[in-house]
């Protein structure tokens, strides 16, 4: 039994999924394909929230899953909508790595070192809301591409190429923000001149997590179920998940379906246990930085429906202080 694993085929997806189709054969004892989907948000340019959001990038490999074109699809956790899918299951939450936000600047410059109207890139509300709270006379430029054609853009970078290829013109910014997480799993951490922590800027629910979907029928069975898989491949991906990292994103997609959240709204969500709690703090900001809404909840209740409801709680805070008035939620 040959196990299909759909991924997308840009270089940090390739690279994500490969490293968990092997943790999941050397678990399995199975062997792995990989099935290369494209997606929409691998065709069309323009502005990510213009084209639907984060959802472009999963919706194709859903397709895939349930026609049976594959067995298995990887998402980076970030872009997975938080509406169920009819028929798929999210079997698998791997160990979170970083999740913060990190600056690739010329000359090794920091955030707080860039000069007066700088440019920095970034395709993301969420970054750019929270870099003009914390530097209002930066210059925000809205970009697109892949990892490497993103830390292209900024001149003298290690790892850039003489020439490279952009959308734009090479060296064309002062700095990108990226998240760590991807620049790690491509070997690209040595561009980084600052990994911003979360009280400069928050990062996006599920980031530096992988989701891990499959067909109902093969997804993990849970105790007192009848639903899903016993099989070889549903044990595979039973042992692949880290219950504290599930409980950290319930918490943090929680917070984001209560806030009805859409891909352009500029929300930021941070949810980890430290001991016998699970700690989420979430940021709601305006488009322009000209103001944030910021709070912070705890909860003992260490399952997931403590963790959903940890999220809805302070999602219910954050609109009480008058997150709605401040940010389009509803942004796509």
Request: charged share 20%; glycine share 10%; hydrophobic share 45%.
């Amino acid at each position: 039994m040959t196990i299909r694993i759909g991924t997308r085929a840009s270089k940090l997806a390739l690279t994500q999924t490969q490293q968990t189709a092997d943790q999941l054969a050397a678990v399995g004892g199975f062997p792995v394909e990989l099935v290369h989907v494209r997606t929409d948000g691998d065709i069309l340019t323009g502005s990510l929230s213009q084209m639907g959001g984060t959802g472009v990038f999963v919706a194709a490999l859903r397709d895939a899953l349930l026609r049976d074109v594959c067995d298995v699809a990887v998402h980076s956790l970030k872009d997975l909508p938080t509406g169920a899918a009819l028929g798929l299951t999210l079997a698998a939450t791997p160990k979170r790595v970083d999740v913060r936000d990190v600056l690739c600047a010329r000359d090794g410059l920091k955030l707080a070192d860039l000069p007066a109207g700088a440019t920095v890139g970034t395709g993301s509300p969420r970054r750019a809301a929270q870099l003009r709270a914390a530097r209002p006379d930066l210059v925000i430029r809205d970009i697109r591409g892949n990892v490497d054609t993103r830390l292209g853009r900024v001149p003298g970078l290690p790892g850039n190429a003489d020439s490279a290829v952009v959308e734009g013109k090479p060296g064309d910014l002062d700095a990108v923000v990226l998240a760590a997480a991807g620049l790690h799993r491509i070997g690209r951490l040595d561009a980084v001149t600052e990994f911003l922590e979360t009280d400069v800027m928050l990062p996006a629910a599920g980031q530096g997590s992988l989701a891990i979907e499959c067909r109902t029928a093969d997804a993990p069975r849970k105790a007192g179920s009848t639903e899903g898989s016993q099989g070889v491949l549903a044990q595979a991906l039973a042992a692949l998940d880290d219950p504290d990292t599930r409980l950290a994103v319930t918490a943090e997609r929680a917070l984001l379906a209560r806030l009805e959240a859409g891909c352009a709204a500029p929300v930021g969500a941070y949810a980890y246990r430290k001991g016998s709690m699970l700690h989420l703090e979430a940021v709601v900001c305006a488009v322009d930085g000209t103001a944030t809404v910021r709070d912070k909840k705890a909860t003992d209740g260490l399952t997931e429906a403590g963790a959903t409801l940890l999220g809805i709680e302070l999602a219910e805070a954050l609109l009480a202080a008058g997150a709605a008035d401040i940010a389009d939620l509803a942004a796509s």
